[in-house]
Nanobody, 121 residues
């Protein structure tokens, strides 16, 4: 079993930055890809970014490309999502997930509890 715990969310003004972290425990962190998804009130959960087990491959949603950077440190069992130039439409609960490199939530077996990101205009 894998446990994922997100942290780093908060309130930030538009144009600001936040860094989300995902701490993993349980099954070997380096054996699976890590993804970030988000869900805004009244909307479906959407893909944000994913990174392969080695860190050598990343995929981003068009809406965050050039602003967000996903990374991981297998030695520390952590993953990160650096979010720059934040916009009000980035407001959502952000979830980290473990599974296969994919933009589809069904490909992820493990999920964290989520962390709230609120961007004020």
């Amino acid at each position: 079993q894998v446990q994922l715990v997100e942290s780093g969310g908060g309130l930030v003004q538009a144009g600001g930055s936040l860094r989300l972290s995902c701490a993993a425990s349980g099954r070997t962190f380096s054996s699976y890809a890590m993804g970030w998804f988000r869900q805004a009130p009244g909307k479906e959960r959407e893909f944000v970014a994913t990174i392969s087990w080695s860190g050598g491959s990343t995929i981003y949603a068009d809406s965050v490309k050039g602003r967000f950077t996903i990374s991981r440190d297998n030695a520390k069992n952590t993953g990160n999502l650096q979010m720059n130039s934040l916009k009000p439409e980035d407001t959502a609960v952000y979830y980290c997930a473990g599974g296969r490199v994919s933009g589809t939530s069904d490909e992820y077996d493990y999920w964290g509890q989520g962390t709230q990101v609120t961007v004020s205009s």
